[in-house]
């Protein structure tokens, strides 16, 4: 059973660009979580998708959006690009009913230059 | 405001002995915990869940506590192997249908051999 695969691993993008980050979580799960981890903030909540729908979302700019597909894959988006958008962007897969386990892909790193 | 947090960033110990990660929780509602592992270069991994209705849960090598009078989570690993060294982190999650976690700092746990 294959895991959640997240695409690209790596990228380095420069300031005022925008990034689309993929997610395919694992079959049969429907939610996909997106975290932001870095050394000062550890990992912080982006939004959750369950269904095609945005079902919550943490504390950050508008600049950072997502959706998902009807085969669940996710994409993340963050526009305007900046230093401290620099960061291991994580997602997360699980079935999405009450609080179950969540499955994390191994992340991609983006570098604001 | 919501926090989870951890009394220690750093543990070290002997190949063999055993090993006590603690963690605070400042939400009341939460409901759902989790213990994740995170190795250098990669996601988190799940380690062992405990929901609220329950004190213990025992996994291979693995226990977690919780005391919810004091809001207190701990992950116990038996005879503490070189593989178990990485960052072990804990997350919960309130009720009401989202999958969101809201993580701790992270203890890193150096195995010695």
């Known amino acids: 059973k294959a895991g959640v695969t997240q695409t690209p691993r790596y990228l380095i993008k420069t300031r005022g660009q925008q990034v689309t980050l993929s997610c395919s979580p694992i079959?049969?799960?429907?939610?996909v979580s997106w975290y932001q981890q870095t050394p000062g903030q550890g990992l912080q909540f982006l939004f959750e998708?369950?269904?095609?729908?945005?079902?919550n979302k943490g504390n950050f700019p508008g600049r950072f959006s997502g959706r998902q597909f009807s085969n669940s894959r996710s994409e993340m988006n963050v526009s305007t690009l900046e230093l401290g958008d620099s960061a291991l962007y994580l997602c997360?897969?699980?079935?999405?009913?009450?609080?179950?386990?969540?499955?994390f892909g191994q992340g991609t790193r983006l570098t604001v230059v | 405001g919501e926090s989870v947090g951890l009394h220690l960033p750093t543990l070290s110990v002997q190949e063999g002995d055993n090993s006590i990660i603690n963690c605070a929780y400042s939400?009341?509602?939460?409901?759902?915990f989790i213990w994740y592992k995170q190795e250098s270069g990669k996601g988190p991994q799940f380690i062992i869940d405990?929901?609220?209705?329950?004190d213990k849960r025992q996994g291979q090598r693995v226990t977690v506590l919780l005391n919810k009078t004091v809001k207190h989570l701990s992950l116990q690993i038996a005879a503490t192997q070189p593989g178990d060294s990485a960052v072990y982190f804990c997350?919960?999650?309130?009720?009401?249908?989202?999958?969101?976690?809201?993580f701790g700092k992270g203890t890193k746990l150096t195995v010695n051999p």
């Open positions: 997360a897969s699980s079935f999405g009913t009450v609080n179950t386990e969540a499955f």
């Open positions: 079959s049969g799960h429907r939610s």
């Open positions: 998708y369950f269904s095609e729908t945005q079902r």
């Open positions: 939400n009341s509602a939460s409901d759902y």
């Open positions: 405990i929901r609220s209705n329950m």
């Open positions: 997350a919960e999650t309130e009720q009401g249908g989202s999958e969101k976690l809201v």
